[in-house]
């Protein structure tokens, strides 16, 4: 029964996309079910399968695809607890942007297309979850790749979708090549695909090269999940529609990394040095992606780069040892970050515009869209992590996990002592993630008040009518009341510290009085130097001049905060100028070189061919002329040569 449970949680996804494709515009009217319905089963389903395989239990089923003639493939499913738990995150999120796109992409004539592939975006990464062969793993994880590019790119008559999804596509490909690799050295040291036969070996001390393995493992990881430095894909990726983006950021894609470090966190346990690439990594990337927050008018930028950061947390999480702290924080920030995503969605659909900017000027703006104004509230304070929201418990949980290990008393969830976790990483990941609180709740701040408080002369724009009908469809309105229990209700895991580590086979998630209090005054500090920078702002704004509280707050590094830092234009210089004189040069030579020697040669035959059919005119008197000439020639020859 378990196992029917989970070869259909991952079919009908499948099936539905296939059903949808072949629909179409033919049967118009069957697109939307076939969309919701399958996914929605699947959802159910996978909460079954979760309930009926229970805390503590695992399931193991495989048979061997066609052999290879050297290590075995083999088509297996590995269900534990979190194997489980993560797929009823990933089934309700794509059952509620299925749902929600219904009416936000109700007149795009693309929408057929759309769909399938956020059922197939679905389908592949419950393959990545429910997987138990590092191969089929794989195959999961490229066809979320494709996707990704097709949902970016769904605006492609736009250039900045099209270049979006080119990015997406080759950054995240650039880090799969070495992680194509790592599978291949964690399967030749283990003499197998299968991951439960690469855990054994960790185990059992059989892998000799875990240290390259696992840094290999995190190219692809820092691709997927948009940890420094290929990150950049992530922001650019707003293009996409904003389901899309929401799906990207909660569940799918980014969520894959995340989730097989979690899965193979045994092997990087082996190996200090990948623990220290992965902290630094996150560090880097918390801290980073807070200031370039702080600096973006785009709403969904700022949702982006947050996302960024909170994987920043989870990776962080692993790189100290605690594989259900970053767990915990995955699943709730998929519950959060969905609905922010799909509640800004609502927003600008209503203001028709992704602008922070010109929202300020929009006084009836969030009358006009009330659900999606308390919603986003909701989702903005679980994402700062204030109790008693979900973030808060997850977010305590990874400052907690970062405390012990730079205390000595370092955990691995469930997996015994983290041992090769230096205590300095402890330091180094508690004090990021610190400040990275304060950070976030900077810019949360800041979107809530430009977006929804306008104040002074900022109000005094064209702003949507307060007695205007309600721009939220209803298919939008309720999808964030859905997301809004899990980010509400998952707190609560918080208040049972051992529940969630019963699911995962850990250990407790309580989280340190120390942190608890730490992280709850960073943010409440956060919180009050935004909103004293935008009283500032607005207090000191000339006509013509952007009252912006990040301007305030990052004084001059915010131009620089606003464009990435620079890193877009450094690969552009790094990478993108070279690759594109030598295209050029190689243009250049096929064109002037190998052209001309093709077009010689072949033209010498021609000439040749004229001669000669000049010579065949068929006049008998010309024959013989040619013939007496000849013999005077030969003759003459003759006679010089005696």
Known sequence: ??????????????????????????????????????????????????????????????????????????????????AVLLGVLVT????????????????????????????????????????????????????????????????????????????????????????????????????????????????????????????LLLCGVAGKSAQFPLHTWLPDAMAGPTPVSALIHAATMVAAGIYLVARLLPVFLLSTVSLVVLGVMAVITMIGSGLCALAQDDMKRVLAYSTIGQLGYMAGA?????????????????????????????????????????MSGMDGLRRRVPDAYATMGIGLLALVGLPPFSGFFSKESVLTAAEHAATGEALTGGLGPAGNVPSALGWTVLVGGLVTALLTAAYAARLWLLAFHPRGAQAEQAAPSPDAPSAEPAA?????????????????????????????????LTPSLLTAVLGTCVALLGFGLAYAA?????????????????????????????????????????????????????????????????????GSPGLLGRAVRRAQNGNAQGYLNALFAGVVVLAVLVAVAQ
């Open 318 to 358: 692993l790189a100290v040892g605690d594989r259900d702290a970053a767990l915990f924080q995955l699943v709730t920030h998929g519950a959060f970050k969905a609905l922010l995503f799909l509640a800004a969605g609502v927003v600008i659909h209503a203001a028709h515009t992704n602008s922070l900017t010109a």
């Open 476 to 508: 939008m309105r309720w999808t964030l009341w859905v997301l809004a229990v899990p980010t509400l209700a998952l707190g609560l895991a918080g208040l049972r510290p051992n529940w969630l580590p019963a699911w995962l086979d850990g250990v407790s």
């Open 534 to 602: 935008w009283r500032r702002a607005t207090a000191t704004a000339t006509e013509g001049v952007v009252a912006d509280p990040g301007r305030v707050l990052l004084g001059p590094l915010f131009g620089a905060a606003r464009d990435g830092f620079g890193v877009d234009k450094l690969y552009d210089r790094v990478f993108v100028r070279p690759v594109l004189a030598a295209a050029q040069l190689v243009a250049f030579l096929d064109r002037e070189v190998v052209e001309t020697y093709v077009k010689g040669a072949a």
């Open 92 to 215: 309700v999120v794509a059952s509620c942007v299925q749902i929600y796109s219904t009416a936000y992409l109700r007149e795009d004539p693309r929408y057929p297309s759309y769909a399938a592939l956020v059922s197939l975006f679905t389908a592949a990464m419950l393959l990545v979850v429910y997987s138990g062969d590092l191969i089929v793993l794989l195959v999961g994880w490229e066809v979320m790749g494709i996707c990704s590019y097709f949902l970016v790119g769904h605006h492609w008559e736009r250039a900045d979708a099209r270049s979006a999804s080119i990015k997406a596509f080759l950054v995240t490909k650039l880090g799969d090549v070495p992680f194509l690799f790592g599978i291949f050295v964690l399967a030749a040291d283990a003499g197998t695909f299968r991951i439960n036969g690469v855990l054994g070996a960790a185990a059992s001390g059989h892998l000799h090269h875990a240290t390259l393995a696992a840094l």
């Open 1 to 82: 029964m378990t196992l029917t449970l989970a070869i259909l949680v991952s079919l009908l996804p499948f099936l539905g996309a296939l059903a949808g494709l072949a629909a179409g515009r033919r049967a118009p009217g069957l697109v939307r079910p076939l969309a919701v319905l399958p996914t929605l089963t699947a959802a159910v389903l996978a909460a079954v399968l979760a309930a009926d395989l229970g805390t503590g239990r695992q399931l193991d089923a495989a048979t061997q695809l066609t052999p290879t003639g050297g290590l075995p493939i083999a088509l297996s499913l590995h269900l534990d607890g979190i």
